[in-house]
């Protein structure tokens, strides 16, 4: 059972690795992006966890800061991705376009709460 | 050559259209608008009620003084002795709104006052909102439902109860605002486009600015998404719609004061974050079921979705222990009564004596939202057929909002808009299926009843419209009505698909049936417009400032509230404490300009309930309290001799309850005998020596020498009595606000010698004490 569990675990992994090598390299980076914002969350979640929350609100937008621009990336990734089909008619120049005008909302705002 | 002829003529008509439906909003609006001017036209442009008063003296501040100074504002006028944070406990959205207003009409040199423009700030919101429902309706059913969804919302009235011109309440913007995220959302949710999230989340912002309401849109907005997912309809366009939704917007929400560190902090706003993260687990689940294979998926399904799992079971442990440890369990009271509606009435009287919180009687479902209430569940139905995203949003809407106007009166409100759009789309099915099989039936003359329709009711308009525009409506239904909609237009010139011909066949009425059908929506169309016009004009548009009264004599006008606030503002010391119940407070302050103990913000309980004590004490006690507070004048409403039936005898039970609440030597069964409640020779001593009582039938037995009230409609119990430590200064025209001045405290060495002496030589020492006054 465990062997069964290990080979498919394996077997999934295997498919999943060659079928995100097909995917185009532009998605890859959005996809870094992604990772990286991510793991800059986590890390200051992380120093939260050890020094504490004090000043809160700098804390607050840089984890939201980290998740909004992770959020907005994958957005993006959704929008400029050849295989959906639902955004086949929007251009990637205007999803881009979109992503820019979302990030510098989001970055304004944090800029004001900041502090 | 037959095909360049339809082309062009489809063309031509959706250019008339485009033009006609934008005719029809315009005049939409100035309907919307010029329904409530009834209370200009009928009284004067006056801000109305007690809330308005607050938000107009805010808006003189903002304009006087500049933003900087609005957001530091410290009011040391209210709340004597604590004062309030006005920049940091105020919703912003309403008064920036009207000051913002005033600022772009005085650079162009147009020289409107600050509370002209703060009176007609309500009616245009309200246009506006009506457009934003036309935008709603449109993206979830077409052009043809969202002219009739405005056209009703124009004049529903139960909006127009909260937004006549002077209502100057937060409301007033709110609901626009509302509308109009809800339709940023479904305009997202259709297009998937990351620029109307971002609108989205900036109209999200400026509905937190406006109104606490902002909570029901960022709980109803998880609900839909939750439903989308349960559903098997979650799409990429959901996840754009929301997910950046949900970070920008409670950044945005956070921006603002008098939210703060609540938008993370307090458990409405939990829901948001949960479906956040469970759309993400969602939405990694539909990625990878499209990279692998079906079988792969199988497998990877047992994985992720067992990691998956346990992620959110911590995260939601997680959530429950944050909410069970922190006090009221991270609800607060307004909340919580709107889940459990007994909990307000058990616990907290200061929210149950407030009237609008109480929860509404059927008449006042057909007072306020009439027909609509029974085209609703016809609305509902025709959103199933077919369920699209948006669909679905509105049904959910609807059903949350219906729940939550059971809770309580005020938020009838929120179902107005929804019971608008649902109505619309019922009202313009209706009409779609009846025309069409006129149409039909009528195979030389398509046009023709279009032309009978030319009346000036909304429904007719709206009517004629959605012949014109049939096609249009069904446009933006996505690509298969659109593909049977080709066929359709086709249909009168070229020769028809045989399969559209049948499928439309099915769908027609006989010609009489949808005849009389038409005529008694018509109807049923007028009946609401006579009913809304009827509500605002009578019901709903008066000021509450000034009162009227139709007698066999004529009209009687009582504008005994503006005669007391302008004595007190020309009487009195400019730092005068005074003493009121609180829903006078924010009148004082705005037009007596005087510091009052308490007012309608009721943030203090146990302030309040130091006030409901005093007023509820006997005549002695009562002095002390209000000494202690440093208040000079005690202003009572009383109604009793023009039978104006809101006045402070009739609130008193409110103040006994709410003292007692904090002070348990203030009993309520002291004040009633048997239960009942009575100011008559029956009624309990402890409620005839009550300050309440002595204030406001104090020299009353004068006016007709029985003492007869006409609210209560009974003799009152103690008919003689004096004064002895307040002093009658000014009583209105109409008795209806009386005000009193506490008598200087004693020479101390007098009235430590002898009690009994100082009780006698009262009348005396009130003269002496008013020349040599050592509060002076």
């Given amino acids: 059972m465990a062997r069964s569990t290990s080979k498919d675990a394996q077997a999934l992994f295997q498919s999943l690795r060659s079928a995100y090598a097909a995917t185009p390299t532009n998605l890859k980076i959005i996809d870094l992006y992604v990772v990286f914002a991510v793991l800059t969350a986590a890390i200051q979640i992380v120093y939260m966890a050890i020094v504490g929350s004090f000043p809160f609100n700098s804390f607050l937008s840089g984890v939201l800061s980290c998740i909004g621009t992770a959020v907005l990336a994958v957005c993006l990734r959704i929008q400029v991705n050849k295989d959906n089909k639902e955004f086949k008619d929007l251009p990637p120049e205007r999803a881009f376009a979109d992503f820019v005008l979302c990030n510098l909302v989001l970055h304004l705002v944090i800029m004001n709460f900041l502090g | ?776």
């Fill in chain 2, 1 to 776: 050559m037959a095909a360049s002829e339809t082309s062009n003529g489809t063309t031509l008509r959706h250019a008339f259209g485009n033009v006609f439906a934008l005719f029809i909003l315009l005049l939409i609006g100035v309907l919307a608008f010029s329904i409530r001017l009834f209370s200009v036209i009928k009284y004067e442009s006056v801000i109305h009620e007690f809330d308005p008063y607050f938000n107009y003296r805010v808006t003189q501040f903002l304009t006087k003084k500049g933003i900087y100074d609005f957001w530091n504002w410290f009011d040391d006028r209210t709340w004597y002795p604590l004062g309030r944070v006005i920049g940091g406990t105020v919703f912003p959205g309403l008064t920036l709104t009207a000051g913002t207003i005033w600022w772009i009409v005085n650079s162009l040199n147009i020289p409107l006052s600050v509370e002209t423009v703060c009176v007609f700030t309500a009616p245009i919101f309200s246009a506006f909102a009506s457009w934003a429902t036309y935008l709603l309706t449109k993206e979830v059913k077409g052009v043809g439902a969202g002219l009739t969804a405005a056209a009703l919302l124009a004049m529903v009235p139960s909006y127009i109860s909260r937004s006549v011109a002077g209502s100057y309440d937060n409301e007033a913007v709110a609901i626009f605002a509302l509308i109009f995220t809800f339709y940023l959302y479904i305009k997202t949710l259709n297009t998937g486009s990351l620029f109307y999230a971002t609108l989205n989340a900036i109209a999200y912002f400026y509905m937190v600015c406006s109104w606490g309401g902002y909570t029901f849109i960022i709980n109803l907005i998880p609900m839909h998404v939750l439903l989308c997912i349960v559903t098997g309809r979650y799409s990429s366009r959901l996840y754009i719609a929301y997910a950046p939704l949900v970070v920008l917007g409670t950044l945005l929400a956070a921006l603002v004061p008098v939210v703060g560190f609540n938008a993370v902090m307090t458990s409405e706003h939990f829901a948001s974050f949960l479906v956040f993260i469970i759309i993400h687990v969602v939405a990694l689940v539909y990625y990878i079921k499209g990279v692998l294979s079906p079988r792969m998926f199988k497998v990877a399904v047992t994985l992720v979705l067992s990691v998956g799992l346990v992620v959110c079971f911590a995260v939601i442990a997680v959530l429950v222990a944050l909410v069970a440890s922190s006090p009221t369990k991270g609800w607060s009271g307004r909340s919580l009564s709107l889940l459990d509606p007994t909990y307000a009435s058990k616990y907290i009287p200061i929210i149950a004596s407030v009237s609008e919180h109480q929860p509404p009687t059927w008449p006042s479902y057909f007072m306020d939202i009439n027909v609509l209430a029974f085209l609703v569940p016809a609305g509902i139905i025709a959103c199933f057929s077919p369920l699209s995203d948006a669909s679905s949003f509105v049904i959910l809407y609807i059903v949350t909002s219906v729940y939550f106007s059971g809770v309580m009166v005020r938020l009838m409100l929120v179902l107005a808009p929804a019971a608008c759009i649902m109505s619309g789309i019922a009202l313009s099915e209706a009409f779609e299926v009846f025309t069409r099989s006129i149409k039909f039936q009528l195979p030389g003359a398509p046009i023709d009843s279009q032309v009978d329709a030319g009346d000036k009711s909304s429904d007719n308009t709206t009517a004629q419209n959605d012949v014109a525009k049939t096609e249009k409506s069904e446009d933006t239904i996505k690509e298969r009505p659109s593909r049977k909609n080709k066929k359709k237009e086709k249909e009168p010139v070229g020769q028809p698909s045989v399969k559209s011909r049948f499928e439309k066949r099915l769908l027609v009425l006989p010609l009489e049936a949808s005849i009389l059908a038409i005529f008694l929506l018509v109807l049923l169309g007028a009946f609401y417009v006579v009913h809304s016009v009827w509500a605002a004009a009578e019901a709903y548009s008066a000021p509450s400032i000034v009162l009227t009264s139709h007698s066999h004599d004529g009209l009687h006008v009582f504008d005994d509230f503006r005669e007391a606030y302008a004595w007190l503002s020309h009487n009195t010391e400019v730092d005068d404490k005074v003493a009121s119940w609180w829903d006078y407070g924010y009148q004082t302050t705005a037009m007596a300009n005087r510091t009052v103990i308490v007012d309608n913000n009721t943030w203090n309980n146990t302030h309040i309930a130091t006030v409901g004590t005093a007023m509820s004490s006997p005549e002695k006690a009562a002095w002390e309290i209000f000494n202690s507070l440093d208040v000079k004048y005690v202003l009572v409403v009383f109604g009793g001799l023009v039978g104006y039936p809101s006045d402070d005898i009739n609130k008193f039970l409110w103040m006994v309850r709410i003292g007692g609440g904090v002070f348990p030597h203030i009993k309520e069964p002291d004040y009633l005998r048997d239960g009942q409640y009575r100011i008559d020779s029956q009624a309990t001593p402890t409620m005839l020596n009550c300050l309440m009582y002595k204030l406001s039938y104090y020299r009353f037995v004068e006016t007709d020498g029985k003492g007869f009230d006409r609210v209560r409609r009974t003799e009152i119990g103690k008919k003689y009595f004096k004064l002895n430590y307040f002093e009658e200064v000014f009583t209105t025209h109409h008795w209806m606000v009386r005000i009193y001045k506490l008598k200087p405290p004693k020479n101390r060495i007098r009235g430590k010698t002898k009690k009994s002496k100082s009780k006698t030589s009262s009348k005396t020492g009130k003269r002496s004490g008013t020349k040599k006054n050592p509060w002076h």
